[in-house]
C-alpha cells in the first residue's frame, strides 16, 4: 500500500483539513476520503513533491533498533499484538520507518502473522530477522526473540562504529599530508622556480621533477579528476554490480595482508552468533546455518560454508561439518563438539562469538595503532623530498652568491 497526503473539507462545516492516508492508488485514496465525508481538494502520493524525500526518511540501523526495542518491550509487557505495533508506530520519528510500521499495521489487524506482515518488507528485514521472528511466533517467545534481534543489531552496530573510529585519525594525518604537500607544491615550488630564473640558474634535477609534476597536475588538472573519479565509478560498479567484481573483492579482504585476519573474525563471529539466535529461538538446524551463512555476507566465505551444509543434510554433526571448512577458525567447531554432548550448542556458539568478538575489537584498535606511525613515516618521508627540493636549491643560490 501506497501512502497519500491530502488537503480536503468537510462536508458538514467546509472546514479545510490535512492529513495523510494509505491506500492501493490515488482514486482508492479519494474514496476512503469521501467515506469519511471529506470533499478531497488534492491527492499526492508521499515523496513525490521533495527530492529529498527519499534521503530524508531513509531507515537507519538506530531507527531500526528502537523499533525492534520498543516492540519487544510492549509485547513482553503482556500488550496485544495490534496495540504493541501501533504505539510503536506513534512513537517512532522516522518517517520511513513510521511508513513501514503503518503496512506491518494493518496487515497484521487483516489477519496476517506478524512473519508475513514483515516479508512484505525484505528491504527493511533481512532473512535472519525474518526467521527470528517466524521461530518466535511458532514458539510463543516472540518477545524474546525481539530483544536478541535488538541486541545483536546494536552489537553490529557499535562493531562498525569502532571500526571507523579507528580510521578517524588515519584519515586525519592523510588529510594534513595531501594538504601540507599541495600547500608545497603550488604555492613555494613555483616561487622557488622563478627565483632560479631570475638568477640564470639551471634547477636541480628534484626540484625539476617537482616542477613538471606542479606544471602537469595545473594543465591536465580535469583529465586527472576523470582518470581519479572514472576509476572510482568504474571500480564500485564492477565490485558492487557484477558477480565476478562482487567475489574478487569478497577474496581480496580475506587474503589482504594486515587485515585479512580481522575480516576473517569478523565472518565467522558473525555466523556463530546468528547460528546461536536462530538456534536458541527454535529454528532447525540445517535452516540455521542456512540463514547464518547467508548472514555473513562474503561470497566466498558463503561458498565454502555452503559445503557444510550438505554434510549436515548427510548425517554428519556440525562440528564434524565445520571442522572441514576453510576460513573456518577452530573454536567454532571445538565449541559446537562440546554443545552437541552437553545438548547445549546454541550456548556454547555464543561464546565462541563473544571471544572472537572480543579478539576482534582487540585487533582493531592494535591495526589503528599501528597505522598511526607508519602514516606518519610516510608523511615525513613526502614532506622531507618536498622540502628537499624546495630548501636545498634556496641554501645552494646562497651560497653561489656568498662565494
Known amino acids: 500500500m501506497k501512502r497519500y497526503n491530502y488537503r480536503a473539507k468537510e462536508k458538514k462545516t467546509g472546514k479545510q ?18 467515506q469519511q465525508d471529506l470533499i478531497p481538494e488534492s491527492i499526492v ?43 510503536v508506530t506513534e512513537q517512532t520519528e522516522n518517517k520511513g520507518m513510521k511508513a513501514v510500521g503503518e503496512e506491518i499495521l494493518a496487515a497484521a489487524e487483516s489477519g496476517k502473522t506478524l512473519y508475513e506482515a514483515f516479508s512484505a518488507h525484505p528491504h527493511v528485514f533481512n532473512g535472519v ?47 594534513v599530508i595531501l ?36 606544471d602537469f597536475v595545473i594543465n591536465f588538472w580535469w583529465l586527472i579528476l576523470i582518470i581519479v ?49 536462530l538456534l536458541a529461538t527454535g529454528v532447525p538446524m540445517v535452516d540455521s546455518i542456512t540463514i547464518s551463512n547467508e548472514a555473513v555476507s562474503n561470497s566466498v566465505v558463503e561458498a565454502e560454508y555452503a559445503k557444510a551444509i550438505e554434510l549436515i543434510k548427510g548425517g554428519k554433526t556440525l562440528s564434524e561439518a565445520l571442522a572441514e571448512r576453510e576460513y573456518m577458525l577452530p573454536l567454532i567447531p571445538q565449541m559446537a563438539g562440546i554443545g552437541e554432548e552437553s545438548g547445549k550448542i546454541d550456548e556454547m556458539l555464543g561464546k565462541a562469538a563473544q571471544v572472537y568478538e572480543t579478539e576482534l575489537y582487540e585487533q582493531i584498535e592494535n591495526i589503528s595503532t599501528m597505522i598511526e606511525p607508519i602514516l606518519m613515516v610516510i608523511m615525513a618521508g613526502l614532506i622531507g623530498v618536498v622540502v628537499g627540493g624546495t630548501l636545498l636549491p634556496i641554501y645552494s643560490l646562497v651560497n653561489s652568491v656568498s662565494a
Open 129 to 175: 530477522y525474518l526467521a527470528l521472528v517466524q521461530a518466535g511466533e511458532k514458539s510463543g517467545t516472540l518477545d524474546i526473540a525481539l530483544k536478541r534481534l535488538a541486541d545483536q543489531e546494536e552489537k553490529d552496530a557499535a562493531m562498525l562504529g569502532k571500526i571507523r573510529g579507528a580510521l578517524v585519525y588515519p584519515a586525519i594525518i592523510l588529510v
Open 45 to 87: 502520493e508521499e515523496g513525490t513533491t521533495n527530492p529529498f524525500t527519499k534521503f530524508n526518511n531513509r531507515i537507519t540501523t538506530k531507527d531500526h533498533i528502537m523499533f525492534t526495542k520498543q516492540l519487544a518491550t510492549l509485547i513482553g509487557a503482556g500488550l496485544p499484538l495490534s496495540a504493541s505495533l501501533r504505539t
Open 17 to 34: 483539513v490535512k492529513g495523510s492516508i494509505q491506500a492501493d492508488n490515488e482514486r482508492l485514496a479519494g474514496h476512503l476520503l469521501v
Open 179 to 214: 594538504a601540507v604537500l599541495g600547500f608545497m607544491m603550488f604555492a613555494v615550488v613555483p616561487q622557488v622556480q622563478a627565483l632560479y630564473e631570475d638568477m640564470g640558474e639551471e634547477l636541480p634535477a628534484l626540484t625539476q621533477a617537482l616542477v613538471n609534476m606542479t
Open 229 to 277: 573519479f572514472g576509476g572510482i565509478g568504474a571500480l564500485v560498479f564492477f565490485v558492487k554490480r557484477t558477480e565476478p567484481g562482487r567475489h574478487v573483492a569478497d577474496a581480496f579482504k580475506i587474503h589482504v595482508p594486515l587485515f585479512g585476519g580481522l575480516f576473517r573474525k569478523l565472518y565467522v563471529s558473525r555466523f556463530a552468533r546468528t547460528a546461536e539466535m
